[in-house]
């Protein structure tokens, strides 16, 4: 099997045995894979990233000096089981899975792991209780990216935004573009990205922003096309007197009800989501200043260093602050579904596909946000260049 292993951050494409599946595990070919964010980091800041997993209690993190087979958005075809599965699905039939395996007891990170092969291969292992047969007739392309696309509907869900709240995207490489065609994809009307770059913007736009900034020349908190009431704490204040001015004007009416019933419907006055898909020091704490009160923050950028916040400045403002990591099987399963049923279309994401041989160059032109977002592998193509 031919693949493609990355040691010390150079990638060699070598002949490896084929992958045994082990205990209630499926063999697959690969037909796409993707080249996520983390991989880029992964090949370049591998030990950096592993002391962060084992302080977070994952200790089977790559090692730089590992010879690791990266990839895990993927998308296949069954080839074969181990012991003890179902056999849910015959040879040849299209499937996705959640990246992660279970070797006896101890859970591994598919493609991030010595111990767990990813997808920068012809084929790849996967767990059967965490695969699915790709509905539909979707393409092999398009089933690739149910894992980013996962990614950022867990943000979305997490963030509980709401049709009728503007959403801010704040930075528009791969997750920021999947995080934009889900908000749109859950009906969310109003939808405000900014990027640096115009290649992204053009892609952000073609995602279904509905407002598309470039920071070194306007700023996305002035482009709303649909302003808050509270846009400054003093408009906070002013609210609260211009409500008791109202509920004292009714005779008799204990009007601290009225409060509890707010605070029990969270109908209080809100903010916009701010989704943080940039993940560079000094970025939140931008946002924080310049966010309204009220504000919603979700970070889904992986910011790799240490960074510094006022807390004070958020505090102030009533700021929500929460972060995400990854999905559940449930949210997997449902994009994967809303991609089938065309509910949401990652084609402005997929920018070029390479084969094994041309990973090295993909990882290149990754480095910099000029024309490329989201690069797919095909393990069958001769194509070397993006």
């Not at 991989?39 to 592993?50: E, F, G, P, Y």
Request: proline share 9%.
């Amino acid at each position: 099997m031919r693949a493609a292993v990355v040691t010390n951050t150079k990638f060699e494409v070598a002949d490896l045995p084929t992958p045994v599946p082990g205990r209630g595990q499926v063999l697959i070919n690969v037909t796409r894979c993707g080249i996520c964010g983390s991989d880029l980091h992964a090949r370049l800041h591998a030990d950096q990233l592993a002391d962060l997993a084992t302080a977070a209690g994952y200790d089977g993190f790559m090692r730089s000096d590992q010879s690791v087979v990266l990839g895990h958005e993927f998308s296949g075809e069954v080839v074969d089981y181990g012991p003890g599965c179902r056999r849910r699905w015959k040879p040849g039939t299209p499937v996705v899975a959640l990246p992660i395996l279970r070797n006896g007891k101890k859970s591994e990170m598919t493609g991030l792991s010595t111990a767990a092969p990813g997808a920068y291969a012809e084929q790849v292992v996967v767990q059967e209780s965490m695969t699915m047969p790709v509905p539909n007739g979707l393409s092999a392309e398009h089933a690739a990216l149910t894992e980013p696309m996962a990614v950022a509907w867990h943000a979305i869900r997490r963030g509980r935004v709401g049709k009728g709240q503007t959403a801010f995207v704040i930075g528009c490489g791969p997750i920021g573009l999947a995080v934009i065609s889900m908000l749109k994809a859950a009906g969310v009307r109003t939808v405000i990205a900014s990027d640096f770059s115009p290649r992204r913007r053009e892609l952000a736009t073609a995602c279904g922003a509905d407002v598309v900034v470039d920071p070194a020349t306007d700023s996305p908190w002035t482009a709303n096309p649909k302003p808050g009431r509270i846009t400054t704490v003093t408009d906070i204040l002013d609210l609260g007197f211009e409500t008791m001015d109202r509920l004292r004007r009714v005779p008799n009416l204990p009007w601290w009800y009225v409060f509890r019933l707010a605070h029990t419907l969270n109908a209080g006055p809100a903010g916009p989501a701010i989704f943080e898909c940039v993940g560079v020091p000094g970025i939140l704490d931008q946002i924080l200043t310049a966010a309204p009160p009220r504000s919603q923050v979700i970070v889904v950028g992986v910011c790799m260093e240490p960074d510094r916040i006022h807390p004070a400045t958020a505090i102030n403002k009533e700021i929500d602050l929460r972060f995400v990591l990854g999905y559940d099987p449930g949210e997997f399963r449902d994009t994967l579904h809303m991609l089938a049923n065309g509910k949401v279309d990652p084609a402005p994401l997929i920018t070029a596909t390479v084969g094994l041989d041309g990973i090295d160059n993909a990882f290149t032109t990754l480095a910099t946000p000029t024309h490329h977002a989201k690069i797919l592998i095909d393990p069958t193509s001769p194509t070397t260049t993006p």
